[in-house]
């Protein structure tokens, strides 16, 4: 079994950058996807960023040039480099983890506001 941890969420000010880390532990494949996906009130979850054990990177339309997903394997760890924050990036982001199991993270609150 995989768990995920995701740490990183907060206020910030539009333009404004923020960091979220997402940790797997457990029983992690030698191939899977890690992906950040979001979810604000009233809408559907989207996918935002996603990146395979292979180092391939994927994004969503609404974030490409401003969003950076990464990965450290060495600590299992996928990180989501957020930069020029808009009030339309407000939501509760969510860790995914795609191998022999999918599972979600608890998830964190990203607040875009001045």
């Known amino acids: 079994q995989v768990q995920l941890v995701e740490s990183g969420g907060g206020l910030v000010q539009p333009g404004g950058s923020l960091r979220l880390s997402c940790v797997a532990s457990?029983?992690?494949?030698?191939?899977?996807?890690m992906s950040w996906y979001r979810q604000a009130p009233g809408k559907q979850r989207e996918l935002v960023a996603g990146i395979t054990s292979y180092g391939s990177t994927d994004y969503g339309n609404s974030v490409k040039g401003r969003f950076t997903i990464s990965r450290d394997s060495a600590k299992n760890t996928v990180y989501l480099q957020m930069n020029s924050l808009r009030p339309e990036d407000t939501a509760v982001y969510y860790c995914?983890?795609?191998?022999?199991?999918?599972?979600w993270g608890q998830g964190t609150q990203v607040t875009v506001s001045s």
């Open positions: 995914n983890y795609v191998g022999s199991s999918t599972v």
């Open positions: 457990g029983s992690i494949s030698r191939t899977y996807v």
